[in-house]
């Protein structure tokens, strides 16, 4: 008879390690913790540039923290450190470099299957996958010369180019104001205004556009894209032309609807998982973290996710609560 885990955790990300964390400090035992990368915080480790500030109160929006990992505004590094730190303290040993692929609902338990055809049996099934395994891309065609170039975080820019950031949120506002120091930037956003990022983030990048550092081309979309002579030539839908070493996409993240069908997770007429106030999608199928809504999340509401998540699955149960 194979082993039937108490909660099985998809994704190591801050959801899947606060739910993880939460369910030993509340007693349970049998946890099983999925990543598909080979360390935790995937999409922190790719998607924040080293030494960004990290806010608690992501966007202004003030949380409460109800769980145990004490969570406090710091840089990517100390997050970082603060889940290793979560992880180690508690023994928990997620398997790193496992991808889900499906999970199937039986009579009395989940049967979760690997990319690489392993298979495990759970009770309850928390969904932590996040947003950005899929980022989003442009409706135009990118030539294929420049593929290595249209990228999607920083992490390739050597400086002395001219990129060009596309996008309105807070990655956008944070690529741009981080590498305008040793490049020419140009931030460009469909709207004219933006309003969905970190008044922070929009205050540091008006500020430098104010000063000539950044150029700004707002309310303005891009047609088409060309190569010319290795570069990449920019129409405007305004008439505008213009030519770029690189560019930056960071259009946020697409729900992998097709992954969430295939975890027995129920989708509204939108596509957004459906989820109540204990992040409850059906019975057995919890979501934690950013893919537990269609606007963006924060890191303190990941952890607050598998704080109710655990509270529920033990509501029934007699436990010893552990010291934190
Ligand atoms: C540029 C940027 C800056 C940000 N700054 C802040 C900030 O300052 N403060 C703040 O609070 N928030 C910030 N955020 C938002 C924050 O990063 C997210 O809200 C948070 O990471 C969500 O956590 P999560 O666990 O839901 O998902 P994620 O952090 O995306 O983690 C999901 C994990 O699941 C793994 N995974 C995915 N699919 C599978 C699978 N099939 N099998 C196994 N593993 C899988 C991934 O590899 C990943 O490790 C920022 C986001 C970005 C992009």
Sequence with gaps: MSR????????????????S???????????????????????????????????????????DLKGHIDFKDGT???????????????LLDAKFNTEVSKVKRLVDRFKITTTTNEVYYAKNIVIAIGKMGKPNKPDYKIPSSLKSRA???????????????????????EYA????????????????????????????????????????KLGVDIEKLEDEDGKFKVFYANGDIEKYDRIIYALGGVTPKE????????LDEKDHPIVDE?????????????????IGGSIALALN???????DCMKDEVFEEQSA
């Design 4 to 19: 039937v885990y108490d909660i099985a955790i998809i994704g190591a990300g801050p959801a899947g390690i606060a739910t």
């Design 21 to 63: 964390c939460e369910a030993i400090i509340f007693g349970m035992r049998n946890i099983l913790l999925f990543e598909k990368s080979d360390n935790h915080s995937d999409t922190i480790r790719r998607y924040f540039n080293d030494n960004k500030p990290v806010d608690k109160d992501w966007k202004g929006v003030h949380v």
């Design 76 to 90: 990517k590094e100390t997050t970082l450190d603060l889940f290793e730190d979560s992880l180690e303290k508690r």
């Design 151 to 173: 990228n999607h975080t920083i992490a390739d820019c050597k400086g002395n180019e001219d990129v060009l950031v596309v996008g309105g949120g807070d990655s956008a506002c």
């Design 177 to 216: 104001y981080f590498i305008h120091q040793d490049n020419n930037v140009t931030f460009n956003y469909r709207r004219s205004e933006i309003t969905k990022a970190n008044p922070k983030n929009i205050k540091n990048l008006m500020n430098c556009v104010e000063d000539g550092e950044i150029k700004a």
């Design 259 to 266: 992954f969430l069908h295939s975890c027995c997770v129920i």
């Design 278 to 294: 204990k992040n409850l999608n059906s019975l057995g199928v919890y979501l934690a973290g950013d893919i537990a809504g269609d």
């Design 305 to 311: 996710h598998g704080y109710n998540i655990i509270k």
